[in-house]
């Protein structure tokens, strides 16, 4: 579903750059995840996402370097929290239990010494098995547009590549791992801009040059590509830098190789394991597009795993007060 159209579903987003519909065609027969619908192109879909990830990564931002399980039962029943989150500056948070939105990068990084006491082993494979990589955008913006109006990508092919067998190039030349420049329409919302991309190990050294150097090297690719030597330099250059940002490490997960979705659903499982302790059920959760089988690597399948896991928690605190419920009502039948 790419276009809004009031009459193909329900809106689910109430801002002016919408991003998520439900259908209502045969709605009873979909399931939640069946029905959300992702408009956009590029990644530029609105400003919800941002909005997210704001809430998502708050824990993140004040770098966290601890989730511990208390272990004391006398402190337990006197504080009446299971987990403990011990920040960076010495600030200890108390909490009944603990969403772990971090990326798949951080954990990998930080799995031994983030946990206390330490991720089973079931976890941890699943964490070495999981692969994350580096994809980064690299947005243009010119006064004026250089292409035609028809023109919708500008490709890179590398005649002298064709016969290579390698799969990374040296460092001076990081940039023929650009593939193309996407143009973002319509011109009316986005201005003239084109949207570059660049992966793997080519896209890390990209990180390190600093904006001027990069604007100046794409700048080149587009006049050699194009012919037109005229070309001049973008006002503006934006783009991220995903795998050397030290509280991601890595744009998304991907199924690598000796992986699988066995691997994801293990990820998302919460802690303790109900079938090894008799601890308190669900103390530290898992979330984030890592864990999401079906919409791994997307900002809907991180958006979906949130969901998920705040519905767990919902549901086992009915259940308790179902079974409370229950409790209280045989204990009145047996006085009366």
């Known amino acids: 579903m790419g276009d809004n159209d009031p009459e193909k579903g329900e809106l689910l987003s109430e801002n002016n750059n919408e991003t998520y519909y439900e259908t209502e065609d045969d709605e009873e027969e979909m399931t939640r995840e069946e029905r959300m619908g992702f408009s956009g192109k590029n990644g530029l879909i609105s400003s919800s996402p941002g909005t997210v ?17 208390e272990e004391e039962e006398d402190e337990e029943e006197e504080e009446g929290y299971q987990v403990s989150v011990e920040c960076e500056d010495c600030e200890v948070i108390l909490a009944d239990h603990v969403i772990v939105t971090m990326s798949l990068g951080m954990l990998k990084k930080f799995h031994e010494t983030m946990f206390r006491p330490s991720l089973p082993h079931e976890k941890v494979s ?54 193309s420049f996407d143009v973002l329409y319509p011109p009316e919302r986005y201005g ?120 767990r928690l919902i549901e086992m605190y009915q259940d308790l007060l179902r079974g409370k419920d229950g409790q209280d009502g045989r204990t009145q039948q047996t006085t009366y």
């Open 53 to 69: 990830y704001d809430r998502t990564t708050v824990l993140i931002e004040q770098d966290p370097i601890s989730l511990e399980e």
């Open 126 to 179: 699943a964490v070495q098995m999981l692969g994350i990589n580096t994809t980064d955008k690299i947005f243009l913006e010119f006064e004026e547009p250089f292409w035609g109006p028809e023109c919708n990508s500008i490709q890179f092919v590398w005649e002298d590549d064709a016969e290579t067998e390698s799969l990374t190039y040296s460092e001076e030349l990081w940039y023929k791992k650009i593939c």
């Open 192 to 311: 003239h801009v084109l949207s570059g991309w660049i992966c793997g190990e080519e896209a890390i050294i990209m990180e390190r040059y600093d904006d001027e150097i990069v604007a100046e090297t794409c700048t080149d690719l587009l006049r050699r590509f194009t012919g037109n030597p005229n070309i001049p330099k973008p006002r503006r250059m934006l783009r991220s830098r995903w795998g050397s940002n030290p509280y991601i490490r890595g744009s998304y997960s991907y199924i690598r190789v000796g992986s699988s979705g066995a691997d994801v659903e293990e990820l998302a499982k919460p802690l303790p394991y109900p079938e090894s302790t008799k601890a308190t059920p669900m103390q530290i959760l898992f979330a984030g597009e890592a864990t999401h089988r079906k919409y791994y690597s997307t900002t809907h399948g991180a958006l979906l795993s949130g969901q998920r896991e705040a519905t």
